[in-house]
């Protein structure tokens, strides 16, 4: 699979050029156009119950949509639901990545995308305790809300990022969480609530966009009753 993004980084939109017969599997919703002869199919990824996790504890869609070139090859378009950019991760097949909530978009064939537990840190953080983790060899591509920094972390390098900055990070960074202000007193006047502090080795994808503050702020301005 070839990866063509354009309009970055306010509205990106990535082309997936497949081989002949070859498949990409899609998250639900996603896809914007497909050239000629394209086929879909949609199913729970792993059954019911994967796809039931993937859903309601990961935060993506129940149904993953696999799209199949024809005989000639083909492409997909896909663009996420939120204005922003597109990074293509490409797997060695020996470090995973994890990608948090709603920030998976797209993978090619023979990688393998499941929901996994990521500690009682990542539920307190307000993000999810759930991560979908992507291994195995070629392209993930991941969405952001705004622009998308890729931090390089050294041995022993460490970064404190805000939980709803945070995109993806690779298997061999560290990580724990704290809140950033002591008391709730205190963590009211700051504005925030929880930080991830990372430790390299590894790559840290952040967006400069928080969803859950669009979230927040459009209750805000939502009358009441």
């Not at 199919?41 to 994967?50: D, L, P, R, T, V």
């Not at 995308?113 to 070629?138: C, D, Y």
Request: aromatic letters at 8%.
């Amino acid at each position: 699979m070839q990866v063509r993004v354009r309009h970055q980084p306010s509205f990106a939109v990535a082309r997936l050029e497949l081989a002949p017969g070859e498949p990409v599997q899609v998250e639900s919703g996603a896809m914007m156009a497909t050239s000629s002869g394209v086929t879909v199919q949609s199913q729970a990824q792993g059954g019911i119950m994967k796809g039931l996790g993937r859903a309601f504890l990961g935060g993506e869609s129940f149904f993953i949509s696999t799209y199949t070139a024809p005989q000639n090859g083909g492409w997909v378009d896909v663009a996420a639901n939120l204005p922003g950019d597109i990074q293509v991760v490409t797997l060695d097949g020996q470090t995973g990545w994890c990608v948090t909530r709603g920030s998976w978009l797209a993978s090619s064939h023979g990688v393998h995308t499941e929901t996994r537990w990521g500690g009682m840190k990542n539920l307190v953080g307000g993000e999810g305790g759930f991560l979908s983790h992507a291994t195995g060899q070629g392209q993930v591509l991941v969405s952001c809300y705004g622009a998308l920094d890729v931090i390089t972390l050294q041995p022993g390098e460490a970064i404190t990022v805000d939980t709803g900055h945070v995109v993806a990070y690779a298997d061999t960074v560290q990580y724990q969480l704290r809140k950033v202000a002591q008391g709730v007193i205190q963590s009211m006047k700051s504005g925030e609530g929880f930080v991830f502090d990372f430790a390299g080795p590894g790559q840290i994808l952040t967006q400069t966009r928080n969803p859950s503050a669009l979230i927040s702020w459009i209750l805000s301005h939502v009358p009441s009753r």
